[in-house]
């Protein structure tokens, strides 16, 4: 995965180079279009597969018992998401620009996001600002970028009193949203490769999730960072520049909290 700072070096030498940037371009539009073709084909013959596995057992019952039928179910569920996470990922870097009040977002994410799913027992706290000046993002990425990590906060906190904590502030030029949990945290090697596809350490996950995550926040001129991982939890933050300066009214000190 490259870096915001490769990112702006790449650009650079396509700038002063209109042969390499003719050729980059090319090279990358090519990449996608062969990636995009391998997965539309992959999930059409996998919907024919999924459907042939539900009649089967709509019609005879018995196979559920049979040695390994299980194991090519989850199987061909595990190829599924695969596909459907990569084509997410593929497309994470486009975004449409309008105006948000990334405070609304965040309260209509953890009001809305399916606690029950992952723990029963959690407190998610959100911290945001009174007033937070309007952002133009793309909400939709966004908003799925900020339930990528808040799904994986989930998945490592403890069996009982795990707690979420999502905060968001703003200055003159930038936001910030940090996402705090009291999990396992990040091993060694996962910190290593953190934003990188298929990087996980997780049984039957994909691991495009944090990477697609990162390419969104990319896409926005933003950064994420991992600011700490440890016994006692993990932190990550996300960085957003103001794409209309005029738009702010300067920094608020004053605070809402809404528990979940």
């Given at each position: ?37 391998l ?30 039928w299980?194991?090519?179910v989850?199987g ?26 990334l ?44 339930e ?20 968001l ?16 945290g ?23 999730g ?15 960072q991992?600011?700490?991982s ?5 932190c ?10 005029g738009t702010?009214?300067?920094?608020c000190e ?7």
């Amino acid at each position: 995965m490259f870096t915001r700072e490769e990112l702006n070096t790449l650009e650079q030498l396509k700038a002063d180079n209109p042969k390499l940037r003719y050729l980059l371009d090319k090279l990358e539009q090519e990449q996608k279009y062969a990636l995009s073709y391998l997965s539309h084909s992959i999930r059409n013959d996998l919907t024919v597969l999924m459907s042939s596995f539900q009649i089967t057992e709509k019609h005879h019952p018995e196979v559920r018992d049979f040695k390994y039928w299980e194991e090519c179910v989850k199987g061909a569920f595990y190829i599924c998401k695969l596909m459907e996470d990569l084509y997410v990922f593929e497309h994470s870097s486009k975004i449409h620009q309008s105006p948000i009040m990334l405070n609304e977002l965040l309260t209509d994410l953890v009001n809305y996001f399916p606690h029950e799913h992952y723990s029963s027992t959690t407190s998610v706290i959100l911290q945001t600002e009174e007033f937070c000046p309007k952002y133009y993002g793309d909400s939709i990425k966004l908003c799925h970028a900020l339930e990528l990590l808040l799904i994986n906060s989930y998945e490592a906190l403890p069996e009982e009193n795990g707690k979420i904590l999502l905060n968001l502030s703003c200055t003159n030029s930038l936001i910030q949203i940090s996402i705090t949990d009291n999990g396992k945290g990040f091993s060694k090697d996962m910190k290593a490769k953190l934003w990188q596809p298929f990087a996980t350490d997780k049984q039957h996950h994909t691991g495009l999730g944090l990477c697609t995550a990162h390419n969104i926040i990319l896409a926005h001129g933003g950064h994420m960072q991992l600011a700490w991982s440890g016994t006692e939890g993990t932190c990550i933050e996300i960085y957003l520049p103001f794409l209309s300066v005029g738009t702010l009214s300067g920094k608020c000190e004053k605070f809402v909290q809404h528990a979940n």
